[in-house]
């Protein structure tokens, strides 16, 4: 199997996304982070632009919900026919009934956690999501710097899918270069959302490829 990569948008050209998006055109999917400076002191775009993004883009949309009370904004994205809806388990009151709201609207669900957040009283519920974001970052800016502290994190959730045989894909987000990827895929993680290392490069695709094959050596 080989690692998934996502570059984030959030490193894109904003007044040239369509031709940043073909760069990436041999990516697995594109990350779109919706932040909406409240859940995170930022602010970056909502469903009009993630509508336009989703029929221009050559590869399917990762959507990453930074976003206050989800479970009324989420559903909406996954109407929109995103591929994955991801999700805060900070902001989430009922997130079991909204990841299966997600999944009867056809998209993936994801559910992730912000570095503080303990992953404990989620390890029994890793079938009720198709993916769970680790961050490796505090949530709500690009360019910060990878933190190896949550490591352990990925660690008990693969061995918690291993132990369920649950096919839940791991993600993290956040300060991935190839320095940090393959830390990452040794503690568990299968999916890699990229942005400055992708979009940073004058060959987005060459980066890409590498970072998919210095992670795939070291999937487990």
């Not at 900070?90 to 009934?97: C, M």
Request: with cysteine.
């Amino acid at each position: 199997m080989a690692a998934r990569i996502n570059p984030s948008i959030l490193s894109a050209d904003f007044a040239n996304m369509q031709r940043d998006l073909e760069r990436i055109s041999t990516a697995d999917y594109v990350h779109v982070d919706v932040m909406d400076n409240h859940f995170v002191p930022n602010l970056t775009f909502g469903p009009q632009m993630v509508e336009r993004v989703q029929a221009t883009s050559p590869v399917p949309l990762d959507v990453h919900l930074m976003i206050e009370d989800p479970d009324r904004w989420a559903p909406q994205y996954a109407e929109l026919g995103c591929f994955s809806v991801t999700f805060h388990a900070e902001a989430a009151t009922a997130p079991i009934t909204l990841a299966r709201t997600l999944r009867k609207l056809g998209a993936r669900a994801g559910i992730a956690l912000s570095p503080k957040t303990d992953v404990g009283a989620y390890l029994e519920l890793l079938p009720e999501f198709d993916q769970v974001l680790v961050m490796t970052v505090e949530p709500g800016f690009g360019g910060q710097s990878f933190l190896p502290h949550v490591m352990p994190k990925l660690t008990a959730l693969r061995q918690a899918a291993t132990r369920q045989g649950t096919d839940v894909w791991l993600q993290v987000d956040g300060g991935v270069t190839l320095d940090t990827i393959t830390i990452a895929a040794d503690a568990g993680a299968d999916t890699f959302v990229a942005g400055s290392s992708v979009f940073g490069a004058d060959d987005a695709g060459a980066a890409i490829a590498g970072l998919r094959s210095a992670a795939s050596a070291h999937l487990h």
